[in-house]
């Protein structure tokens, strides 16, 4: 998947829609639903430590053509803070917020640990009708452990100097967004204990035979993601029986980066799945 460098997008990193908030498992989670009522639903995972500012652009540009979901996991945003922090406990989160929202069926687009939880998902609930994954490996093994810590850090105030893990130097520079994601990183990001129990969930992660998933599935990977090499992304793809796989230009947020060019993808490939449901 080829796009311009710079290529953020229209959208602000701010999503819309209604707010709702659902208790489960020990902890209040906040989240946002449009209102598009029978129209087919997308949720969207966060990545570690990472609140819903991720994907301001894009659940705002898929708003309308289908139903979306944005939440903030536990010790993100508006939601607790109390844990555990596992990928199963996630998953139970995922689930307690689409019964709330009342959806029965629905695509998963998940990134980095969000990824993980959307594979477990898959695995264990009976709502998904599709993977769209960014970054994901099939074993916390792959993950490279330093470079997670960094772009994830503990203390907010290192979120400036975290930021070439996600972004290119070139991105950062010519989009102008540098301080007003750092900004959004500080109001809604996970910090102390959560953050470290997000990463402590991605690196234990192991998603078992993926030959089992038979939903369809997107599988895209940053060519310069400096968390997960794009090798594990192409073996996952491999591995799941529907899987395809789409290289992308950029580093960890190359979804942010190439907004348009990777909404497009995930609007393509949903629109066929949901061609072949009819």
């Not at 989670?29 to 997308?42: C, F, H, M």
């Not at 053509?65 to 996991?73: D, G, L, M, N, P």
């Not at 689409?98 to 477990?120: C, K, T």
């Not at 900004?183 to 690196?203: F, Y």
């Amino acid at each position: 998947m080829r796009a311009g460098a710079a290529d953020g997008g229209t959208t602000t990193g701010e999503t819309g829609g209604r707010v709702e908030t659902v208790a489960t498992g020990g902890t209040t989670l906040r989240y946002t639903v449009s209102d598009e009522g029978s129209r087919p639903a997308i949720v969207f995972v966060p990545d570690a430590g990472f609140g819903p500012w991720m994907w301001g652009w894009q659940a705002p540009a898929l708003t309308g053509r289908y139903r979306t979901v944005v939440y903030a996991t536990r010790g993100t945003d508006g939601s607790d803070r109390s844990g555990p922090y596992t990928v199963d406990r996630f998953a139970a989160d995922l689930d307690a917020v689409l019964s709330d929202a009342g959806i029965r069926r629905v695509h998963l687009v998940g990134a980095g640990l969000g990824g993980m939880v959307a594979l477990r998902y898959a695995r264990e609930y009976g709502r998904a009708r599709s993977l769209s994954l960014f970054g994901v490996a099939a074993s916390g093994e792959r993950i490279d452990r330093g470079a997670l810590a960094a772009l994830h850090p503990d203390d907010p105030a290192s979120f400036e100097a975290s930021m070439s893990g996600a972004f290119t130097e070139r991105f950062l520079v010519e989009s102008g967004l540098a301080a007003r994601i750092a900004a959004w990183r500080r109001a809604e990001d996970a910090t102390g204990e959560a953050a470290s129990g997000h990463r402590s969930a991605a690196l234990e992660f192991e998603a078992g035979a993926l030959y089992e998933l038979a939903v369809p599935a997107l599988v895209c990977h940053g060519v310069d993601d400096p968390i997960v090499p794009i090798a594990a992304g192409e073996e996952v793809a491999d591995e799941l029986p529907r899987g395809r796989f789409e290289a992308v230009e950029g580093r960890r947020c190359c979804y942010v980066e190439h907004a348009s060019a990777v909404t497009d993808a995930i609007d393509g490939f949903l629109r066929d799945v949901d061609a072949s449901d009819e």
